[in-house]
C-alpha cells in the first residue's frame, strides 16, 4: 500500500505543476521527501538490501574491492567510517541518490521537470533507491551530466559521465547510446570519432577483464525466465517510440532516436532470450532513451508536445503497473522482499 501511495503523490504532483505552468517544484520536492522517508526507514525491504548489508559488513572489517566498483566501494567505505553500520551505510547511500534527484530538480527546465515527475520517478525510484543501489548513484550521474550538457557546462557533464562507470560498470551502455544519439551520424569529422570511442571500449573492458568475465559467467546461470522476459520493459519502450514517432520534432531526429532505439531495444530482446544480461540492457536502454528524447529536445530548443507529454506519462503508467505485479510476485520471496513493507528496527 505505501508503494501505491508514492506512485499517486507523484501523480498528483504532476498534475500541480502542470496546471502552475511548472514555474514551481514545490510539489514534485514534497512528493520526492516522502518517497525519502520510505526509503530511508524501511526494513529488510528491496530484494538486493540484505545482499548490500552483507557487503557492507565485509567491507567494514577492511577497505577491498572484492570485484565490485571503485566508487561505490569507497564512497561506502567512507559512510562506514562515520556510521559504523552497515544497515544505516546501506541508506545512506540511497539518500546521495535522492540528493542527486533534489539537484536535477532545481536545476531543471520544464522538460526535465516533466519527464522526471511523468517517467523517471514512477519507473525506478523505488528499484534504485531500495534494491540496485550501484546502478541506482550511475543513473544519477548519467542524468545529471545529461543535465549539464543542456546548460552548456560541458567539463562537468564529462566528469560525472565517466563518474557514472565508477559505480556501475554497465553505465557504459547508457553513455554510449546518449552519445550516439547526441552525434551528428553524417558529419566527415566523426568518422574519425567512432573508432577513438570503439578503441577506448575496448581498452575499458580489457582493463576490467576479471570483473566482466565473472558477470558473464553468473549470467550465465540465471537464464531468462522465458520468452516474454523484459515485455513490460518493450511496452514501455514502445509508447515511447510512438510518442517520438508523433512528436513535434523535427523528421532527421525522429529518423535518428528511432532507428537507435529500435534497433538496440531488439538486440537486447534478442539476448534476453538466451541471457539474463539482455534484460539488465532493456532495463538500461528504458532509462537513457528518454534522455536522447530529451536531449534532442534540448538541442532544437523545443518544448515537449503534448503528444511526447502523453507518451512519457503512459510509458511511466506502465512501469508503475508491471513493477507493482513484480512486487506482489515476489511478496515473502528471499530475506529482503519488496513486500510485505516493515520498518527498521530502530
Known amino acids: 500500500m505505501i508503494y501505491l501511495i508514492g506512485w499517486s503523490l507523484l501523480v498528483i504532483s504532476l498534475i500541480m505543476t502542470s496546471l502552475a505552468g511548472f514555474r514551481t517544484s514545490c510539489f514534485i520536492y514534497c512528493s520526492l521527501f516522502f518517497l525519502l522517508i520510505i526509503s530511508f526507514f524501511r526494513g529488510l525491504v528491496g530484494t538486493d538490501t540484505y545482499a548490500y548489508e552483507l557487503i557492507m559488513d565485509r567491507l567494514s572489517n577492511g577497505f577491498s574491492l572484492a570485484g565490485m566498483e571503485p566508487g561505490f566501494v569507497f564512497v561506502s567505505w567512507l559512510l562506514l567510517q562515520v556510521t559504523d553500520s552497515a544497515s544505516l551505510t546501506v541508506r545512506?547511500?540511497?539518500?546521495?541518490?535522492?540528493?542527486?534527484?533534489?539537484?536535477?530538480?532545481?536545476?531543471?527546465?520544464?522538460?526535465?521537470?516533466?519527464?522526471?515527475?511523468?517517467?523517471?520517478?514512477?519507473?525506478?525510484?523505488?528499484?534504485?533507491?531500495?534494491?540496485?543501489?550501484r546502478v541506482g548513484i550511475a543513473a544519477m550521474l548519467i542524468l545529471l551530466a545529461t543535465q549539464q550538457f543542456r546548460r552548456m557546462k560541458t567539463s562537468s557533464a564529462y566528469i560525472l559521465g565517466a563518474a557514472s562507470l565508477t559505480f556501475h560498470y554497465s553505465a557504459l551502455v547508457s553513455l554510449i547510446l546518449i552519445w550516439a544519439s547526441k552525434v551528428y551520424w553524417i558529419k566527415v569529422s566523426n568518422i574519425l570519432v567512432v573508432p577513438i570511442v570503439m578503441l577506448s571500449i575496448l581498452v575499458f573492458f580489457y582493463a576490467n577483464?576479471?570483473?566482466?568475465?565473472?558477470?558473464?559467467?553468473?549470467?550465465?546461470?540465471?537464464?531468462?525466465?522465458?520468452?516474454?522476459?523484459?515485455?513490460?520493459?518493450?511496452?514501455?519502450?514502445?509508447?515511447?517510440?510512438?510518442?517520438?514517432?508523433?512528436?513535434?520534432?523535427?523528421?532527421a531526429d525522429k529518423a535518428k532516436l528511432l532507428f537507435l532505439g529500435v534497433g538496440?531495444?531488439?538486440?537486447?530482446?534478442?539476448?534476453?532470450?538466451?541471457?539474463?544480461?539482455?534484460?539488465?540492457?532493456?532495463?538500461?536502454?528504458?532509462?537513457?532513451?528518454?534522455?536522447?528524447?530529451?536531449?534532442?529536445?534540448?538541442?532544437?530548443?523545443?518544448?515537449?508536445?503534448?503528444?511526447?507529454?502523453?507518451?512519457?506519462?503512459?510509458?511511466?503508467?506502465?512501469?508503475?503497473?508491471?513493477?507493482?505485479?513484480?512486487?506482489?510476485?515476489?511478496?515473502?520471496?528471499?530475506p529482503s522482499p519488496f513486500l510485505p513493507y516493515r520498518l527498521i528496527a530502530l
Open 209 to 251: 577483464e576479471g570483473y566482466f568475465s565473472h558477470k558473464f559467467i553468473s549470467y550465465q546461470d540465471f537464464d531468462s525466465p522465458s520468452t516474454f522476459s523484459g515485455v513490460g520493459k518493450i511496452l514501455t519502450l514502445l509508447v515511447i517510440f510512438f510518442g517520438v514517432l508523433v512528436s513535434n520534432l523535427f523528421a
Open 264 to 334: 538496440s531495444m531488439f538486440a537486447f530482446w534478442i539476448i534476453s532470450m538466451f541471457s539474463y544480461a539482455g534484460l539488465r540492457f532493456l532495463d538500461l536502454l528504458s532509462f537513457s532513451f528518454p534522455l536522447c528524447v530529451l536531449s534532442a529536445y534540448s538541442n532544437r530548443g523545443l518544448e515537449l508536445g503534448k503528444l511526447m507529454k502523453l507518451s512519457f506519462f503512459i510509458a511511466g503508467l506502465i512501469a508503475v503497473v508491471m513493477s507493482y505485479r513484480n512486487f506482489l510476485y515476489e511478496e515473502g520471496i528471499g
Open 92 to 133: 545512506l547511500v540511497g539518500c546521495i541518490i535522492f540528493g542527486a534527484l533534489f539537484v536535477y530538480l532545481h536545476r531543471s527546465d520544464k522538460n526535465e521537470k516533466f519527464l522526471l515527475v511523468s517517467y523517471i520517478l514512477p519507473a525506478f525510484i523505488y528499484q534504485y533507491t531500495m534494491n540496485g543501489l
